[in-house]
């Protein structure tokens, strides 16, 4: 089912982008496709030829995330959160090692707490941490911190010091990046911004919504499968609407994510965590659409016979769960009541 020339076609979200470049980005993705090294050192070159998001180019940087998607998700997987520890350390105004492969461990989990101390010593960071993926394979990781009963803040820390707790990674989706949780003793840790600065910073929003151009990339790798499908033989009324549905979501899509990247880099009034929170709903809504669709119009034979549409559907359905669904949605209705001058 898998159309090998339209696979490496780049996802392009605006005219007037280096489409050269994104179609080999295109080819390389493919060859690091479960290649752990060969996707860290990928990681680290576009880290090297994109900007922060927001301060130009943004429009560039997530299509070649959503690149990378459409290629394959375990990669993107890879590579999104080293350019979003890049941008979090180009803002603070951080040295960056150019030989290192970051990851960002932000999330918190019931019976599990990090907590920092500042001592003669510097920082030191005890606790565990959950939902950290790769942290036995990457150099660093900027990881949340409490430094007080309701404050955070955000450390640089090398990986070499921390253990990684012995958990089972049972996922289908993303079987290449376990996420499992990991444990710390007094290590060292680098400040990175004052308290609550990773989430007061404006990178913040666009980091959300360059998950979601990812999440983009993987409904566009499936719905060629399914343009593909149509090519083969003639689609009757239903395989034609399927069709339609997943093209108007795919379009819908794009156009919130084109939108968020002009708002990024433009000067904008709208408040990030409102572009961020429509733009990661808009296309985590079409990306559901684009699975049923497709699995309604393919049926089971790429499920259960093509192994690279059936990695994607299941990456695609855990990446997909980085969203929070009706409590995202409540998010941003939370933040229109604090923004009523937000014009519909």
């Known amino acids: 089912m898998t159309d090998s020339a339209s696979s490496a076609a780049p996802v392009l979200l605006t005219s007037g982008l280096d ?34 998001p927001g301060v130009g180019g943004t429009a560039e940087l997530w299509s070649a995330l959503a690149t990378l998607g459409a290629v394959d998700l375990g990669v993107a997987r890879i590579v999104e959160p080293h350019l979003d520890a890049i941008g979090i350390l180009t803002q603070a105004g951080v ?117 979601a151009a990812v ?32 093209d108007v979501a795919l379009h819908s899509a794009r156009l919130a994510l084109a939108d968020a990247a002009r708002r990024a880099d433009g000067d904008d009034e709208t408040p990030g965590e409102v572009v961020m929170g429509r733009t990661r709903l808009a296309v985590h809504d079409a990306c559901e659409l684009v699975l049923r669709s497709v699995g309604h119009g393919l049926g089971p034979a790429p499920l259960t016979q093509d192994e690279q549409h059936a990695k994607r559907v299941t990456d695609l359905e855990v990446y997909l769960r980085q969203c929070h669904a009706e409590r995202d949605e409540a998010a941003l209705g939370r933040s229109l009541v604090a923004n009523l001058q937000v014009a519909w």
């Not at 990851?103 to 599990?112: C, K």
């Not at 500042?118 to 409490?146: F, I, Y």
């Open 95 to 211: 040295g960056i090692d150019p030989d290192a492969t970051y990851g960002v461990f932000a999330a918190e989990g019931p019976g599990m707490r990090l907590e920092a101390a500042e001592t003669g010593e510097g920082w030191r960071l005890s606790g565990q941490k959950p939902w950290c993926s790769l942290a036995g394979e990457l150099s660093h990781a900027l990881v949340t911190a409490w430094t007080a009963p309701d404050s955070r803040r955000l450390f640089s820390i090398p990986l070499a010091q921390v253990q990684v707790l012995d958990r089972p990674w049972p996922s289908r989706g993303l079987a290449e990046v376990p996420s499992g949780p990991i444990e710390m003793q007094r290590v060292t840790g680098d400040p990175v911004g004052d308290d609550g600065w990773y989430l007061r910073r404006p990178g913040f929003w666009w980091g959300g919504c360059g998950v």
């Open 215 to 246: 999440w983009f990339g993987g409904a566009v790798g499936l719905a060629r499968s399914l343009r593909a499908a149509a090519g083969k033989r003639e689609p009757d009324q239903v395989a034609q609407m399927l069709l339609g549905q997943v």
């Open 19 to 52: 489409e050269a470049w994104l179609t080999e980005l295109s080819g390389r993705a493919e060859q690091a496709r479960g290649d752990l090294s060969a996707s860290l050192t990928l990681a680290r070159e576009v880290a090297d030829r994109h900007p922060t």
